[in-house]
């Protein structure tokens, strides 16, 4: 069992910054997927970043490849989002997320979810 719990939500203005970190419980961390994910209003969950399992490789959405960042922390089970150049489009909940598998763009594939932190970009 894996408990994730985000913090580091906002209201920001367009082309600020903000980084959102994942904590999660466990002592396996490092064999888990982490994966970001944000759901806009009456829109469906949308894969953001990913980075994963044992490699830490890094994947991201075109929407938001050079502005965003992933990384994760080992040692502190702990994965971060840092979020750069923001727009208002970027608004939305963001989740992190954690999984067994590689594969990480499919929220089908991670079992485990936070809470969610509310991200709003204002114009």
């Known amino acids: 069992q894996v408990e994730l719990v985000e913090s580091g939500g906002g209201l920001v203005q367009a082309g600020g910054s903000l980084r959102l970190s994942c904590a999660a419980s466990g002592r396996t961390f490092s064999s888990y997927t982490m994966g970001w994910f944000r759901q806009a209003p009456g829109k469906g969950r949308e894969f953001v970043a990913a980075s994963t399992r044992s490699d830490g490789a890094t994947y991201y959405a075109d929407s938001v490849k050079g502005r965003f960042t992933i990384s994760r922390d080992n040692a502190k089970n702990t994965v971060f989002l840092q979020m750069n150049s923001l727009k208002p489009e970027d608004t939305a909940v963001y989740y992190c997320?954690?999984?067994?598998?590689?594969?990480?763009?499919?929220?089908?594939?991670?079992?485990?979810w936070g809470q969610g932190t509310q991200v709003t970009v204002s114009s």
């Open positions: 997320a954690a999984s067994s598998t590689y594969f990480y763009r499919r929220p089908a594939s991670y079992s485990y």
